[in-house]
């Protein structure tokens, strides 16, 4: 089973108690408090790793809780904090949050009511209609005061020019764009373990030498997101099903994919790395399943693997120049275009390369003089994957289109 979208519930550990102790020994009368301070709790981190190419595991498990951080304990022993726990995710994570973060103190709550009652009194030039500070204009400092109440002034104009510039951070329908996980070891922490409480010990003063309270832990972070894998490959491989795909692959590096003489044989995106032996450069190359006219529509296998081309430097366009079912190269071309338009319209601004497969065939040459014809000004590479024609040329046009890509 291939996963590449999951949504997952992930929770930090509570931090632990503080403890109320007082010291006992013999010869020591009132030994004075002696509660140790609560453990932190775990928190949730993700860790990209290379060896993985699937959130299967998210899958069986998409309830990430971390453990909670011990309560502390008497003779001054500290609680131990909570074990972190560490998932692994494939390069190419890209997590989203679909509920949003409560920050403690910012949310209005009973609390906030009571700020404003003493706000009100004590500026008694306020209006009472107005429980809200008055807000100040121009660039006045935005942390205002009212007796020992601090607050944030937050203008809400621009919190939403913020909003509109970041859109590529949000969708609506995933939410907010946390991280996004690249390089193999990258670690992010999703949901911070909450602070242990402090021990009574630490409230003893001259005036209150026995202090019967301790802290309790806090809570740590929790919310739902959505884990989405991204494949990372520089080169997208795309045509119609059959076109030769699985077999061009197979051609150029060690992946192993199924081919077959029928269509929507690969379910999933392939990924195959291809080497230069000269300079040891190696290129990934991502197989995606086969595309279909009305794939907008969800007809075939849809767009749904298209996500995985969308990080590729460079496209490359695999036409059935055999004309195999009656089908035309030049149509399938302009449908591919069109389908990848659909999708993301920042595909087709990529570097795109035509390439000829099934040359061999007899019908192939006449099919790319039409094809030259109707589709003119588009160089196109004529190729035979699956009788290893061409495929040199074939590598040394994607290596090259790589590197211009980066120079760019
Ligand atoms: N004559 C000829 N047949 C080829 C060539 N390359 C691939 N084929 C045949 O085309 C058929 C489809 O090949 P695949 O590699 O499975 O095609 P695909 O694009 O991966 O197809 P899907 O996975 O279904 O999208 C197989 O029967 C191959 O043997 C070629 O260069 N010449
Ligand atoms: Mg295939």
Redesign the pocket.
């Known amino acids: 089973m291939f996963i590449d979208e999951i949504k997952v519930f992930a929770s930090a550990g509570h931090g632990g108690a503080g403890c109320v102790a007082f010291h006992r020994e013999a010869y020591r009368p009132k030994g004075g408090p002696s509660g140790g301070n609560g453990g932190r709790g775990g928190s949730v981190i993700l860790q990209a790793d290379h060896d993985l190419n699937n959130l299967i595991q998210q899958y069986y498990v998409p309830r990430l809780i971390a453990e909670k951080g011990h309560a502390g304990m008497g003779k001054g022993m500290d609680g131990p904090a909570g074990k972190d726990l560490i998932i692994k995710v494939p390069c190419g994570t890209l997590v989203w949050r679909l509920t949003p973060k409560v920050i403690p103190g910012l949310t209005p709550g009973p609390e906030a009511a009571e700020v404003d009652e003493a706000a009100e009194e004590g500026e008694e030039e306020e209006s009472p209609e107005s429980p809200i500070m008055p807000i100040s204009t121009g660039k006045r400092p935005v942390i205002r005061r009212s007796g020992s109440e601090m607050a944030y002034e937050i203008n809400l104009e621009d919190e939403d020019d913020a909003e509109g510039a970041s859109s590529s951070t949000r969708d609506p329908r995933k939410g907010e764009l946390v991280v996004d996980l690249t390089t193999h070891g990258q670690q992010f922490v999703l949901c911070q373990g909450g602070r242990g409480g402090l021990g009574n010990r630490n409230f003893a003063t001259a005036r209150r030498q026995a202090p019967r309270f301790a802290q309790p832990g806090e809570p740590g972070d929790e919310g739902e997101f959505l884990l989405e894998l991204r494949l990372i490959a520089e080169v997208g ?1 795309v ?12 051609a150029i590096s060690h992946a192993r ?11 999933t995106p392939q990924i195959g790395i291809v080497e230069y032996t000269k300079d040891y450069r190696r290129l990934a190359v991502c ?1 995606v ?2 595309l279909i006219e009305g794939a907008h529509n969800n007809v075939g296998l849809g767009h749904a693997f298209l996500r995985h081309i969308q990080r590729c430097k460079v496209l490359v366009l ?1 036409l ?1 120049m ?1 004309g ?1 079912d009656n089908r035309k190269p030049w149509d399938d071309y302009r449908q591919l275009l069109s389908e990848l338009e659909l999708y993301d319209p920042a595909l087709i601004r990529k570097p795109i390369y035509v390439v000829a ?5 007899p019908a192939a040459e006449g099919f790319l003089k039409q094809f030259k014809r109707k589709v003119p000004k588009t160089p196109v590479l004529p ?5 290893d ?1 061409g495929i040199d040329k074939f590598k040394a046009l994607i290596r090259e289109a790589v590197e211009e890509s980066d120079a760019r």
Not at 257 to 267: G, M, N, Q
Not at 383 to 387: D, S
Request: hydrophobic share 40%; net charge negative; charged share 15%.
């Open positions: 491989l045509g119609y099903p059959n076109a030769g795909k699985s077999t061009l692959l197979t994919p199924k081919i077959a003489a029928y269509p929507f044989t690969t379910l197989d399943p086969g695999l059935d055999a195999t497969n099934k040359m061999d065939e190729i035979a994957a699956g009788f024609m």
